[in-house]
């Protein structure tokens, strides 16, 4: 389902809290100094990454795994090639630079022609060219600036001159949205500081903010001694402990780089810095745990599969649009004992619901033998296709997979958004049901793209389901990093009632019996959508 553009993005103040920063912004030009300078670029459609870096001939990391990484996660990636180095699983065997001059002339090619949302910075090995290129963003400013500080490669060779290091203090880091570096990379910014537990993780990014960055995630993959994968964001104010599963495989050639141009895929895409980090650190962990048991090379040091693609027959990972959590508006739920009852077949009751302006369906059929649900899936998915609405399926992921389908939503008592997410890969959406904030927090750490919070009314459709009422709602839509579609017992009589709360992240409203229990689906599907209209349009 389609996405319009981000909207112009606001200027916000440089000590804004990570929970508060929902986009990115234009470049600065010293620590804390921001002004505006509008970019005469046309506006594109899509998002747009252009990133700066070294070539990679293995294509594991550099250039190669930004282009993979922008592409497995929607947005277009353009490039500058800053050098070219020969390098394998082994380790690099060679580097040369790219003339300065011609960088200056890559960057202005692509800034003064294409519509860029978001830099990404990778290997810079050369004083010269970080100042080439704080000049081009100065001359063509971008709404966000991502610098990944590559120092050394995964295999310890060196890839910038120790000159390097001035510039990106005292020049670059003033102009950056986020600085990404890694224990190693953090420690050799810091003079040697060592690295070895969160807090001196939590120090470190500390010290990194005071050189002008709006942002600093210290990466802690490197920390040999921790059972996790943890990394550290900090905003000035807050710090965010991102905590994800440590992946035992060689193949980890080129993380630092892919981890980075995620982000700043997220971030052309709109998203909040806090919500671009997470999902790019699910990616990464998704795409590691799916490729631990490739072996490509003879080295220490393979590549991984950004797309999903290598191990199994061809995986279609979907029109990799971005999900949009407007679509959660009015979300039907289908029932397989109603449209029983009713004598509507699957592929009816959808059709209708659509054509009575449902946003987003789900097709949650407990009572149907596998065979049929997957053909009834897969018409439904041409029925969604065609409307441009999004099809989820409930639990079953694979059916979802053998569909096609656009994500999958899960309960607390099935497999985890985590899990859900390594099968399915990126570019689907997850949903997962709650009732608590603690349920919603993981939902969130697990990489879960919208929350179900319910029952909200009593209800009949779902067994031995508490009811939460308006304060449950309430709570977890608070404490929610994610947006809240409410379920339960809702209908023409209170839908109304619980869009006017007005609450932070919830986005609509999910209902089964209330269309699907009834004769003509069309048209309460429709009255219900004029009720959630009206009560929009008076916010």
Not at 160 to 186: C, G, H, Q, W
Not at 269 to 296: R, Y
């Amino acid at each position: 389902m389609s996405s319009a553009p981000p909207p112009p993005f606001l200027r916000l103040h440089p000590h804004s809290s990570i929970s508060s920063f929902s986009s990115p912004r234009l470049p600065h030009l010293s620590p804390r100094t921001r002004p505006w300078r509008l970019a005469a670029a046309r506006e594109m459609p899509w998002p747009h990454v252009l990133t700066v870096a070294g070539s990679d001939s293995s294509a594991g990391a550099g250039i190669q795994a930004d282009v993979k990484a922008c592409a497995a996660l929607g947005a277009y990636c353009s490039s500058v090639i800053t050098a070219v180095t020969a390098q394998n699983t082994a380790g690099v065997q060679g580097v040369h630079l790219v003339p300065e001059e011609l960088i200056r002339e890559q960057l202005k090619s692509v800034l003064s022609d294409m519509s860029v949302d978001v830099v990404k910075t990778g290997m810079l090995p050369s004083a010269g060219i970080i100042q080439i290129l704080c000049e081009s963003l100065r001359k063509f400013p971008v709404k966000a600036l991502v610098v990944d500080p590559v120092m050394v490669s995964t295999s310890g060779d060196s890839l910038s001159d120790p000159s390097t290091l001035t510039n990106y203090r005292d020049e670059l880091f003033a102009m950056a949205d986020i600085v990404t570096p890694n224990v190693k990379e953090a420690s050799k910014l810091l003079g040697g500081v060592s690295l070895h537990t969160i807090s001196d993780m939590r120090d470190a990014a500390e010290s990194i903010y005071k050189l002008g960055p709006r942002y600093v995630l210290v990466k802690g993959g490197d920390m040999p001694d921790s059972s996790e994968a943890i990394d550290v964001l900090y905003d000035g104010k807050e710090f965010v402990e991102l905590r994800g599963h440590r992946i035992k495989t060689r193949n980890t050639h080129g993380t630092g780089c892919t981890l980075a141009s995620s982000i700043a895929a997220e971030l052309a895409k709109g998203s909040s810095m806090l919500n671009a980090v997470q999902v790019a650190k699910n990616f990464v962990e998704s795409a590691l745990h799916h490729s631990k048991d490739l072996v490509i090379g003879n080295g220490p040091q393979g590549p991984f599969d950004h797309l999903f693609r290598l191990k199994r027959p061809p995986y279609n990972i979907g029109s990799q649009q971005r999900f949009n959590p407007d679509s959660l508006f009015l979300y039907a739920v289908t029932d397989s004992r109603m449209n029983k009852k009713w004598g509507h077949s699957i592929e009816d009751a959808v059709k209708a619901a659509i054509e009575g302006g449902a946003t987003i369906v789900q097709l949650r059929e407990k009572d149907i033998e596998s065979r049929a649900f997957l053909e009834a899936a897969k018409a439904c998915m041409e029925i969604c296709k065609s409307s441009g609405v999004s099809l989820l399926i409930n639990d079953r992921v694979d059916i979802a997979l053998a569909c096609n389908a656009d994500g999958v939503h899960v309960g607390q008592s099935d497999i985890s958004a985590r899990e859900v997410r390594e099968l399915l890969g990126p570019g689907k959406i997850i949903g997962v049901s709650c009732k608590t904030p603690a349920q919603a927090e993981q939902a969130w750490r697990d990489g879960a793209d919208y929350l179900g919070c319910g029952g909200v009314f009593p209800t009949t459709t779902k067994a031995n389901n508490p009811t939460l009422g308006f304060e449950g709602l309430k709570a977890v839509c608070l404490a929610s990093k994610l947006p809240v579609v409410a379920i339960g017992g809702i209908n023409t009589t209170n839908a109304g009632s619980v869009m006017e709360l007005r609450l932070p992240n919830l986005k609509g409203v999910a209902v089964v019996s209330a269309l699907f229990d009834r004769e003509c689906v069309s048209t309460e599907t429709r009255n219900l959508r004029s009720i959630l209209t009206s009560v929009r349009c008076l916010a």
